[in-house]
């Protein structure tokens, strides 16, 4: 395998960063070949691995051409692009559905041997929400291009990165109540992004896993309140949780999607009436071979830094356990 190359898309996002970490340091001895539409934004991927291991290319995954030139000669192909809401002349359709399709298209002309990519749990072709459904949209449009496409489907992904658990923890600083959704009972299996880009690694690595779909949760199913209870833990803030019915949240989106930074969009409102939760029977981290961290264990390194004295406060959880907190 050595000097095979794979090409990620979306390389430079959240998950991106940790996926590429995972396959350059993972002994495997790929070259890491990484389609941005920013490759100036992108430099910091590059130190990860050894030098020359890891290039940077321009490409717009809606460009078929650009999409040819950056998957040709590699052994896999991932797909990690993806948009919480359409922005920067970018739709749902165009990403979520035509990109796939270009993609896939691609990765079979060039001969490419396996190909991932990440979805989502919880999607319907039937769905009101624009993203669940484009989302699903596009698992049919890649297979019906790549019969043996690896579909990855994780739940919420959490990390230092991430942009739930900071997001509402850096809320919680400023403002007397945090927004309980729907009463905040959709439920979620938030799954370590370490762990999400280890699954990515095996099925680059494995053959055995083309063709298949994996659900990939953590230990623990939470609900959302759940979740901003433990986030408040772990800052030592006491915050009331405001419960928000849909139709009234649908109403505040309707505005919010216009303020800078797009806190919160109507098809948001409605992705958050359905669970995000592994289906019963469906492959998961276990069958990779893979023991998902928990939230309890992961949160402590990096929402320290949003407690009133930083990391010279230990959280509720830690003075209880004794335990100290990971800097």
């Not at 991106?16 to 001895?29: D, E, Q, T």
């Not at 002309?109 to 319907?124: D, F, R, Y």
């Amino acid at each position: 395998m050595i000097n095979q190359v794979v090409t990620v898309f979306g390389g430079s996002g959240f998950l991106g960063r940790n996926a590429v970490r995972a396959l350059a340091r993972g002994g495997f001895g790929y070259r890491i070949r990484v389609g941005v539409r920013r490759p100036n934004l992108a430099n910091f991927l590059l130190p990860m691995g050894h030098v020359g291991q890891i290039q940077l290319l321009h490409t717009d995954v809606r460009d078929a051409d650009a999409v040819a030139r950056a998957v040709a000669d590699s052994r896999a192909v991932i797909n990690l692009v993806g948009i919480l809401y359409p922005a920067g002349g970018q739709s749902f359709e165009a990403v979520h559905v035509e990109a796939p399709a270009i993609i896939a298209r691609a990765a079979r002309k060039a001969g490419v041997e396996t190909l991932v990519h990440i979805s989502t749990p919880g999607i319907s072709t039937d769905s009101e929400s624009v993203y669940s459904r484009t989302k699903a949209q596009g698992e049919i449009a890649l297979r019906q291009e790549f019969l043996a496409a690896t579909i990855l489907r994780p739940s919420l992904v959490f990390g230092p990165d991430d942009d739930f658990f900071n997001k509402f923890a850096g809320l919680a600083r400023v403002l007397p109540a945090l927004p309980l959704i729907g009463g905040g009972h959709t439920k979620f299996q938030p799954v370590f992004v370490a762990d999400v880009a280890a699954a990515i690694a095996k099925c680059v690595d494995n053959p055995a896993t083309r063709g298949k779909t994996y659900e990939l949760g953590g230990p623990s199913v939470y609900s959302f309140k759940e979740m901003l209870h433990i986030i408040l833990r772990e800052t030592n803030r006491r915050r009331f949780l405001l419960p928000i019915p849909f139709w009234l949240a649908n109403l505040q989106a309707s505005v919010m999607q216009f303020l800078p930074g797009t806190l919160l969009t109507p098809d948001q409102v409605t992705f958050l009436k359905t669970d995000k939760v592994v289906a019963p029977g469906a492959l998961t981290l276990a069958d990779l071979g893979i023991v998902p961290d928990s939230l309890e264990a992961v949160l402590p390194t990096y929402l320290w830094r949003f407690r009133p004295k930083g990391q010279f406060e230990n959280s509720v959880s830690e003075r209880t356990t004794g335990s100290p907190a990971v800097r």
